[in-house]
Every structure is written in structure tokens, then in C-alpha cells.
């Protein structure tokens, strides 16, 4: 039984299907690649995952508990994180505040009606988002303004706002989609420590292969909205399904 | 059965005001992206378009007419406007009657000027700010324009009759054997929008120019993509739906006697049509036009009022807001307009 | 200080010098000078910055924090004065119950109302609230003319009950307003020399309140709740996929905002104990929109300094006519002197408004950060200036080295 298990999800928009049949299973503290063509469904199925769609047939169970019909906050407070594909943070405010707010959302939960302490005087939190801040490398920024980070490093931000909160699943949309190489294998790198290091299931939609086969130990393709095969990695490079789903369009 | 039609054909006129106006709104939010309060503004200049053309032709020069005497026995003073004395007291005098209508050609220029100056000065530089700031320039370039008519033509509402011979009653209902007493400028004027709004839609349809428009309104990056040069259409349709409101303004000046704050009065009913339309759509800005016009109408019926008493006041703010919980879209908005 | 950093505390210390000074720092002329007629020290007026300063620190809680752009908060200002009024009529004069009780009725409209608008954002948002205002606006003129009195407005009669104080006064006239016994009307005046100074009651009971709703204001703009606020203006998809419920967020700002509205508004009739709909009107919401702005929305001092700056000049600018600006450009030549004067006065007087939105323009178009950005800006360019200045000198006298 996997933390997230995904059975029988269907999903149509008007006439095109855009998912059907997907069979998912993600196990705990596994990293698992989701892969698969343009316009394979990914992104539909991420959705889902995360609340912001609600499938048509079929169920998605999170740690036994159906996250279906929750609302993103309920979700992610049942410990899914997730992040976008450009770094949504929260532009307008300090680096150390960005990271102060995951973490109040960890300590207080959906709504707290906090307005007369000061934040300053939360030191439990300050000093989780400090800390957090030096595990990503980035405590001499915590006062400059977020937006004028370059991509790269609102990325590292940003995964490490969603590791402040200690998820149980971090779902990842395309991490390195338009970064330089450098970047990319620094993202590559975070991810490949957090994994190692604590105690977290990773899942991943990536296009660059590169990435996929330097991070996951499971992958599952997907192609025309439905999973065509789930295996460790080695297995599937070797699959000609794959190569055809894969090599078909672009060569 | 005489009353429901006469309220219908009540709330076609105010309908039609809204209407055009929101059609106005709606073309400049579709095209341009910009939510403009100052539309309001337009009709209202529209409207003092009418009432300048009307005193324009009264301008009239005096003298003195020995041959016949005042009531106290002084030479009596003739004043005779200057289009009597160009073109003798018959033509010059039906000039002078027919001052709404042939303000159209005077507002038409003018407003195209208007909402030209106001794209290219104002708007234009606000296309990439928030809409926030939109609404807050806009409300301010209002407040301007409202401030400088009260400045020329006073606080107090301008009398700008329509030509004697639609000046009075007809009666609809006479062919179908019914009563149906209606004030014939009333009947120009649903008219009049019927026209306007049909050739919007013509326009837009069938030529070119509004062909990439419409696709401007639907997906406006790919158009620049295409190296068609989108802004200086949106400009001209700036122009265009400024000149629409200005219509709507001058020919409704002889239901309404124009005034200062008649824009702002209209602007805040636009935006509810607007919205409960559906934002970016053109049909859906008509047909919520007319369909509140004709609501609002319903609901001062007595009948009505003595079952939801002060059910008049409300009605068009009340449909807005259940729309906008059950249907945010709007009756016919597209999809992703302004979601964020 | 209070809880708060020393800059927080500095602010409020020149929040509260200005409000307590306002008698001596607004009434700077002689009165018997010419220029006595620019002086702004009288209790009504005074009343009025005070008030329209609470309006909008309440106000830009909503919009500076969370950038929800409300245009219908005006509605709350005219619920708060007719249930003070009311509170005149059935209870008695103390200022207390009905300042607490405008309060309260305004926060639960507000939290009726918040509670649909705030079901959608952006435009949708502002159009809601302005129909909701209007709606209220246009009630408050017919059906509920039995509570508002429609167009005359609501006023206290010698009929009224007054459970806890008298219908009439011995002479028979209606009682004023007063809190224990000291009546807001009641002004102290001092003569100092050439010049007058007036201390009113109620003018210190506003500034008092005042002071403590900018207290208030600053606390919740430096707590948790604040920066959430914050949050929600920058990145709402980032608040819902980080466990966070904006809806409740927002509302209990919407909420909070719309009782600072119905403090002012109860304030307003405990200073003078009247409320009409106007009160209500939208172009009301309209300015406090442009008081928040004017200052700085998201500043805490900008609503503050936009709402005297506006209330002042309002006063100003409509007590300057024609033979004012004579004298004043007198020393020009005759026809220049009357074209200079024919230029300027389509903006004074009665064209107060005319300049307030040419003003409201240029500050959304070169300044959108207020008057505090403005004066960041100067303070910017001034110490740019003396770098430069100062660099200069060092590179002069380094080659005598």
C-alpha cells in the first residue's frame, strides 16, 4: 500500500479525454518520476492530486483519507506540498517572511486570528525559518525583497518554504523547466539530499530526462491521458513502448 | 396584458442606455484589458454635446424693431438666432427644433476625438498596471470630467427638448387592438440602439478591421504575434466605444434633462450590466442591458412595489449579486476573464 | 514602547503630537491677520481630520494590507451613524453606548457583506461592495425611510425617550451629546496674545480614539495576521498550496475595516447628532479610496496624513474666492493680474473637486505609493545628493594627499 494511491481517475474536458484509467501508486519515502509526452495528461493528474480539479470517476487517497472534494489548503494541510512549475512565492515580502508564513501555517493551521502579537516575537518560528533559510544557502538574502531573486534561487525558496511545513509528499511540477544547465543540476542536487535526508516521498513530473533518471527510483509514463507502464528505471529505458511513446513524436 | 407590454416597453429605453453603455465598457475591457470608470463620463459628455449644439444654434443677434412697440411703449428688441437669419425663419427654425438629432453629426467627431486623446494621454501608459490603479485613474479622470461640464453648464439639469414633431404620443397598441399610450422619442430612441448595436456587430462580423479585433479580444498575445499591429486598432476602438456612450448620451437628453453627475449615475448601473452579462462579451453586455432595463421596470410597477416595498431601488443590484454567486462568469462571460 | 519596535514607536509619538498639538499646529495665523481665514484649529474642523483619519486607517487595513479594493465602505460609516443616532434617541446622550454600538452593527453588515463579496476578487470584488453601498444607499432613501428618516435624515427630536437621560432638557430644548457629563460641544478657549486657540471636548475624544485605532492599526500590521494579509495581496495560490485559507483571512480584514468605518461614523454623530444617507453614497467611498491613496496604501502614517491632507485643503481650497486671489496677485499688472486669477479659479471655492481629482490622477499616475513614497523619494534623492556632494570633496582632496 503506497502513501498515494490513485485508482481508476478519469478526467474530461468537453470532448477530449484528458485522463483515463490512471493507476498510481506512489510508495512512502520512494522518489517517483511521473514522465510522459506533451499533452499526456500530467499536468491534469497533478490537479487532481492537489485539489484544484476534481476528477470525474475514480479515487485519490493520500495516507488512506480521500483528498477528493478537499480544497488545496485541506490538502496540503493533510501534508501534501507542492511546487509550481515558475516559483509561486510570495514576491512582495522578505525572503525570511516567505519562509515564516509555511511555518506558521504548520504551527497555527488554515486560519489563526493572530493580529496583536508581534512577529517578531514568535521566536519558535523565526528560528525554524532561520534555520531553514541556512539549510538552503540562502540566509544572507533573508531581507531582500523575494522577486528580486533570480529563478534559480526562488526555486531553492520555494522547496524550501514547502520543506518547512515537513510534508509526507512533495509533488514537484517540472522543477527545472527553463533553467540553465548549472541550475538544473543544482536543483538536482537539493532534491537528491532531501530525499536522502529525511523522511519524505517525493513525486515528480519532469520532462528532462536527465533529471528523471539522476532522481527517481520508480517512473511511471504516461501517454494520451493513461498510464502506460510503471517501473524502475532501468526497465524503462529499455521498454520499447516508451521509446515508441517517446521516440515516436520526435523522431 | 396593455400594462405588462407598456412595462416593457418602459424598461426598453433605460434598457437601451444601458446597453450602450455597457456595450462601450465592455468592447474597452475586451479589447484593451482596462476597466474604465471615466465611461460613464462619455455619455454624459455626449449628452453636453447635445445641449452645446442646441445653444450653438440659439446663438442669435438683437435689434431693433421701430415699427412695433413693447408693452411699455418702447421700440420692441427682436432677438433672431443667426441660422433664422441665414436661412429664413422656416428652414433655420426646423434647424433649430431638430438640434438633438443633428447633434449626432456634431457628437460624433468630437467623441472619437475624446476617446482618442483619453487612450493615447492616459490609458495607454496604464495597459500593464494593476487593475486597481485602472479603476483609480479612471475614477479620477471622471471626477475631472464631471467637475469641468459643472464648471461650464452649471450644477443644475439642461432642458434640450426633442423636435416637436416626435415630441408626442403615439399609440402602439392601436394595430393590435389594444391601448398602449408611449412617448414617441422613447420609441426613436430603442430604435436608435437597436441600429448602433446591430452595426457594432456588423462591423465588428463582417470587415476586416473587426475581424482581428475580436481576435485581439480572445487571445491578444498571439495577435501581436502575428505582426498586426493590435494598439492602434484598440485605439481607434477606444474611439469607437467612446462615441457609441456619446450617442447614447445625446439622444437621450430629451428623456433625461442632461446633468453633471448623469454619467457617474449610469457608469455604476454599466458595471452591473456589465458584470451580470458577463464580462468581455458583447452579446451579454445587450441582453443584460435590456434585461435589467426592463426588470427595473417591473419592479416600480405598484402591483410590485406594495408586495416588496423599495423592491424598485434594488432589483438591478440584487440580480447582480445572485448572478455573480451563482454564475460568477455572468450570463454569458467567457471562461478565464479576469479569474485570477 | 506598547509592545512595539522604536521606529512603530516614533510614529506613534508623531501621531500622537500631531493630534494632541492639532489647536496650536493648525491655527498658526493671529486671528485678526489676513491670513486668519487659512487657519484650520476649529473644533468641527479639527473633528473632521481626526475622524475621516480613523476611516482611513480602517480602510487601508483592507486594501493596504490585502489589496482588495472596496467601494463600498462608506456603507459602514452610515450604519455606524444612524445606530449612534439611535442610541441618542432611545438610550440617552452618553457617547459611550453608542460609539460601542455603531461598532458592532457596523462589523456585522460588514461581516454580512464581506461574507458575498468577498466570494470573488479583483474587479469582481469592487463592483460588489459598490453595489452593495449603492443598494444600502438607495434603501436607506425609501423603504427604510421609518429607521434613516430618508431625504431629511435622522435627527433627535424632544419626543424621543431617553431611557437613561431625559427627552428634554429644564429649558426644554433636546440634550447634547456628552460622555459622563462632559459635553462634546463644550471648547476652552485661550487668548494668547494675537492669538486664539480652541480646545473642544469632543475634538480630544476623537483624537484620543483616534490615537488608539493607529495603535491598534500598527499592531496588526507588524503580527502574524498582518503579514498573512500581506500574503494574500502577493500570492494567493501560494497561500492555498501552503495550507492557508485566504476566505477567512480576508473577511476578518473586511470585517475589522468595516468597523473602524462604523467607529467613524459613530463618532461623526456623537460630534453632531445627525446622519443622513449621503453618508452612504458611493463618491463617499470614493474618498476615503483617494485619502488611503493619496497618503500611501500599505504605509501606516500614509491614511493618516492623506485624510488631514485632503480635509484640509477641502477647507482651504473652498474658502478662496476671487477677491482673495486679487489681493494675492495684486502686485502683478492690471490684465495679468486678472488672467492669472481667471486661470486659477475654475480649482478653488466650489472647484475643490475638480483639483482633488486632477490630484487624485497625478498621484495614481507619478506616485502610486502616496505621499510617503513621495517623501522616501525626497529624503532618497537628498542623501544621493549629499553622497555625491560628499564623494566629491573626498576625491578633491585626495590628489593633495
Known amino acids: 500500500m503506497g502513501i498515494l494511491e490513485v485508482k481508476d481517475v478519469g478526467k474530461r474536458f468537453g470532448g477530449l479525454q484528458a485522463l483515463s484509467d490512471v493507476n498510481l501508486s506512489v510508495q512512502e519515502n520512494s522518489v517517483h518520476a511521473i514522465i510522459g509526452p ?43 506540498s507542492r511546487v509550481f512549475q515558475t516559483p509561486e512565492i510570495f514576491g512582495d515580502l522578505t525572503v525570511l517572511e516567505n519562509m515564516m508564513i ?18 517578531l516575537k514568535q521566536k519558535d518560528i523565526l528560528q525554524k525559518a532561520e534555520h531553514m533559510l541556512e539549510e538552503m544557502n540562502m540566509a544572507d538574502k533573508r531581507h531582500m525583497n523575494a522577486a528580486a531573486m533570480s529563478r534559480g534561487d526562488k526555486r531553492r525558496l520555494e ?82 513502448k516508451v521509446r515508441e511513446a517517446y521516440l515516436g513524436e520526435s523522431a | 396584458m396593455d400594462a405588462i407590454l407598456l412595462q416593457i416597453l418602459n424598461g426598453l429605453d433605460k434598457g437601451s442606455a444601458y446597453a450602450l453603455i455597457a456595450l462601450g465598457l465592455t468592447l474597452i475591457f475586451g479589447t484593451l484589458g482596462v476597466v474604465n470608470f471615466a465611461h460613464g463620463a462619455l455619455f454624459m459628455i455626449g449628452a453636453f454635446c447635445a445641449v452645446t449644439l442646441q445653444r450653438i444654434l440659439n446663438l442669435s443677434f438683437e435689434f431693433v424693431d421701430e415699427t412695433q412697440t413693447d408693452f411699455l411703449g418702447n421700440p420692441l428688441k427682436v432677438k433672431t438666432p443667426y441660422v433664422e437669419a441665414w436661412f429664413g425663419p422656416d428652414i433655420g427654425g426646423s434647424i433649430i427644433d431638430w438640434a438633438v438629432p443633428l447633434a449626432i453629426l456634431f457628437a460624433i467627431p468630437i467623441m ?24 483609480l485613474v479612471t475614477f479620477g479622470l471622471a471626477i475631472v470630467l464631471q467637475e469641468v461640464v459643472k464648471y461650464f453648464y452649471g450644477a443644475n439639469p439642461i432642458q434640450t427638448p426633442a423636435p416637436d414633431t416626435l415630441n408626442g ?131 416600480s410597477m405598484n402591483e410590485v412595489k406594495s408586495l416588496l416595498p423599495g423592491i424598485d431601488q434594488i432589483i438591478i443590484y440584487v440580480v447582480a449579486i445572485i448572478i455573480l454567486l451563482t454564475r460568477p462568469r455572468g450570463l454569458m462571460g467567457r471562461k478565464g476573464v479576469m479569474e485570477e | 514602547m506598547f509592545g512595539l519596535d522604536k521606529k512603530d514607536t516614533s510614529k506613534l509619538i508623531i501621531v500622537a503630537c500631531l493630534a494632541l498639538l492639532a489647536p496650536f499646529i493648525l491655527n498658526p495665523f493671529p486671528t485678526d491677520s489676513a491670513l486668519a481665514q487659512f487657519n484650520a484649529g476649529y473644533p468641527d474642523l479639527m473633528q473632521r481630520f481626526v475622524i475621516f483619519g480613523i476611516f482611513a486607517i480602517g480602510f487601508n487595513i483592507l486594501f493596504g494590507l490585502t489589496g482588495y479594493l472596496s467601494f463600498g465602505h462608506a456603507a459602514f460609516l452610515g450604519v455606524g451613524s444612524y445606530s449612534a443616532v439611535w442610541m441618542f434617541k432611545l438610550i440617552g446622550m452618553n457617547v459611550i453606548p453608542a460609539i460601542v454600538l455603531s461598532v458592532i452593527v457596523a462589523g456585522l453588515f460588514a461581516l454580512l457583506i464581506g461574507f458575498v463579496s468577498l466570494r470573488r476578487s479583483g474587479i469582481y470584488f469592487s ?12 434603501l436607506a432613501y425609501s423603504v427604510l425611510t421609518p429607521i434613516t428618516n430618508g431625504e431629511t435624515g435622522l435627527q433627535l427630536t424632544l419626543e424621543d425617550p431617553r431611557i437613561l437621560g431625559v427627552s428634554a432638557t429644564a429649558d426644554g430644548s433636546i440634550p447634547v451629546t456628552n460622555l459622563f457629563g462632559l459635553e462634546m460641544r463644550s471648547t476652552f478657549e485661550l487668548a494668547l496674545g ?41 500570492n494567493q495560490q501560494r497561500m492555498n498550496y501552503t495550507g492557508l485559507n485566504t476566505r477567512p483571512y480576508t473577511l476578518a480584514a473586511f470585517v475589522i475595516s468595516g468597523m473602524y468605518a462604523g467607529l467613524a461614523g459613530g463618532l461623526m454623530a456623537s460630534m453632531d447628532p445627525l446622519a443622513g444617507a449621503e453618508r452612504m453614497q458611493w463618491t463617499a467611498s470614493g474618498e476615503v479610496v483617494l485619502m488611503t491613496i493619496l497618503g500611501g496604501a500599505g504605509t501606516l502614517i500614509g491614511p493618516v496624513l492623506g485624510a488631514g491632507f485632503i480635509k484640509y485643503f477641502e477647507n482651504i481650497f473652498s474658502k478662496i474666492n476671487d477677491n482673495v486671489l486679487h489681493t494675492w496677485f495684486s502686485f502683478l499688472p492690471d490684465g495679468m493680474e486678472d488672467a492669472v486669477v481667471f486661470i486659477i479659479h475654475p480649482f478653488i471655492g466650489k472647484g475643490w473637486h475638480l483639483t482633488l481629482g486632477i490630484l487624485f490622477m497625478l498621484v495614481v499616475i507619478f506616485l502610486p505609493g502616496g505621499l510617503v513614497e513621495g517623501g522616501q523619494r525626497i529624503k532618497g534623492w537628498l542623501s544621493r545628493r549629499k553622497a555625491k556632494d560628499g564623494g566629491k570633496a573626498a576625491g578633491e582632496t585626495n590628489p593633495a594627499e
Open chain 3, 194 to 234: 494675537p492669538w486664539a486657540f480652541q480646545f473642544n471636548a469632543g475634538y480630544y475624544l476623537c483624537a484620543l480614539i483616534m490615537l488608539a485605532a493607529f495603535y491598534l492599526a500598527i499592531r496588526i500590521f507588524r503580527s502574524p495576521f498582518g503579514m498573512m494579509l500581506r500574503a494574500v495581496k502577493s
Open chain 3, 127 to 138: 463592483i460588489l461592495t459598490l453595489a452593495f453601498a449603492q443598494m444600502s444607499f438607495n
Open chain 1, 159 to 240: 522547496i524550501g518554504m514547502c520543506l518547512s511545513q515537513e510534508p509526507r509528499l512533495l509533488l514537484l511540477d517540472e522543477p527545472t523547466a527553463g533553467m540553465a544547465r548549472a541550475d538544473t543540476n543544482n536543483t538536482i542536487d537539493l532534491l537528491k539530499q532531501i530525499s536522502d535526508e529525511r523522511d519524505i516521498t517525493i513525486a515528480i513530473i519532469e520532462h528532462d530526462m536527465h533529471v528523471v533518471f539522476s532522481l527517481a527510483n520508480r517512473i511511471t509514463v504516461l501517454a494520451q491521458g493513461t498510464p502506460l507502464v510503471e517501473d524502475d528505471p532501468q526497465n524503462i529505458r529499455g521498454n520499447p
Open chain 1, 38 to 80: 506533451n499533452g499526456a495528461g500530467k499536468s491534469t493528474l497533478l490537479n487532481c492530486l492537489v485539489g484544484k480539479l476534481i476528477p470525474d470517476t475514480g479515487s485519490v487517497m493520500f495516507d488512506g483519507q480521500s483528498v477528493l472534494g478537499r480544497a488545496p489548503y485541506e490538502i496540503n494541510q493533510m501534508g501534501i
Open chain 2, 112 to 135: 472619437i476625438g475624446v476617446g482618442y486623446v483619453m487612450e493615447r494621454g492616459l490609458i495607454k501608459h496604464f495597459y500593464k498596471r494593476p487593475h486597481a490603479d485602472q479603476i
Open chain 1, 102 to 119: 509555511p511555518c506558521f501555517a504548520k504551527r497555527d493551521g488554515a486560519f489563526e486570528l493572530n493580529a496583536l502579537s508581534a512577529v
Open chain 2, 169 to 299: 404620443v403615439v399609440n402602439l397598441g392601436a394595430a393590435i387592438g389594444m391601448d398602449i399610450v408611449y412617448p414617441v422619442w422613447r420609441v426613436v430612441y430603442f430604435f436608435f440602439a437597436v441600429l448602433i448595436i446591430g452595426g457594432i456587430f456588423c462591423f465588428l462580423q463582417f470587415t476586416t478591421f473587426g475581424m482581428v479585433v475580436r481576435a485581439g479580444m480572445a487571445d491578444r498575445e498571439t495577435v501581436g504575434l502575428l505582426g498586426i499591429n493590435i494598439d492602434r486598432r484598440f485605439t481607434i476602438m477606444f474611439g469607437i466605444a467612446a462615441a457609441v456612450a456619446g450617442l447614447a448620451g445625446v439622444m437621450y437628453t430629451p428623456i433625461n434633462s442632461p446633468n453633471y453627475h448623469m454619467g457617474m449615475d449610469f457608469l455604476v448601473l454599466s458595471f452591473v450590466v456589465v458584470v451580470v452579462g458577463g464580462m468581455g462579451s458583447l452579446p451579454g453586455a445587450v441582453l443584460a442591458g435590456f434585461l435589467l432595463g426592463v426588470l427595473e421596470s417591473f419592479a
